[in-house]
T-cell receptor
Framework: EDKVVQSPLSLVVHEGDTVTLNCSYEVTNFRSLLWYKQEKKAPTFLFML????IEKKSGRLSSILDKKELSSILNITATQTGDSAIYLCAVSGGSNYKLTFGKGTLLTVNP | DAGVTQSPTHLIKTRGQHVTLRCSPI?????VSWYQQVLGQGPQFIFQYYEKEERGRGNFPDRFSARQFPNYSSELNVNALLLGDSALYLC???????????FGPGTRLLVL
């Protein structure tokens, strides 16, 4: 059964800090790893990482996929209060396109 | 462009009742997936439909069913509601079931 483990489960930082969120996975026939940000209800898409695209960057956010270690990190530099959210990691693999999610990391950025 | 829309936004039901949740995908997207998210957990896969056919089913009892219509909108039905069905139900769409799934705002269901 596919499995995703995220750490830490929660994190409190001050504005301006840099944070690193971790995601490790076990999945049959890995296809992709996705990061989402969930503030109130709808998870919003951040990045998708695949074998052909192991590093992505958008503004202050960046993510790397380590296929050897079966893990990924999400970095946020110069954090802002608006970065406060739950960050979800998900993987897809096998013969269908379902996403298997981790429990998420609750990030709180204090002013 | 409109994103994924879901209705209703909130719903309160009592045990044993039936509920129908609705989802309209992003225009041009032919695949819809349903997820259940309970407090403190990540979303858990329930169903995926593509071109009106069920493509995948998660580990949920037969009380859960879904269908997709010719316009690619979808319904999730849950019969004989239990207290444990209280959750946020998320719908996600993608063009052809590709990995990047875009989520709607969800329906928060409370079963009393």
């Amino acid at each position: 059964e596919d499995k995703v483990v995220q750490s830490p489960l929660s994190l409190v930082v001050h504005e301006g800090d840099t944070v690193t969120l971790n995601c490790s996975y076990e999945v049959t026939n890995f296809r992709s790893l996705l990061w989402y940000k969930q503030e109130k209800k709808a998870p919003t898409f951040l990045f998708m990482l695949t074998s052909s695209g192991i590093e992505k960057k958008s503004g202050r956010l960046s993510s790397i996929l380590d296929k050897k270690e079966l893990s990924s990190i999400l970095n946020i530099t110069a954090t802002q209060t608006g970065d406060s959210a739950i960050y979800l990691c998900a993987v897809s693999g096998g013969s269908n396109y379902k996403l298997t999610f981790g429990k998420g990391t609750l990030l709180t950025v204090n002013p | 462009d409109a994103g994924v829309t879901q209705s209703p936004t909130h719903l309160i039901k009592t045990r044993g009742q039936h509920v129908t949740l609705r989802c309209s995908p992003i225009s041009g997207h032919k695949s819809v997936s349903w997820y259940q998210q309970v407090l403190g957990q990540g979303p858990q896969f329930i169903f995926q439909y593509y071109e009106k056919e069920e493509r995948g089913r998660g580990n949920f009892p037969d009380r859960f069913s879904a269908r997709q219509f010719p316009n690619y909108s979808s319904e999730l039905n849950v019969n004989a509601l239990l207290l444990g069905d209280s959750a946020l139900y998320l719908c996600a769409s993608s063009p052809r079931g590709q990995e990047t799934q875009y989520f709607g705002p969800g329906t928060r269901l409370l079963v009393l």
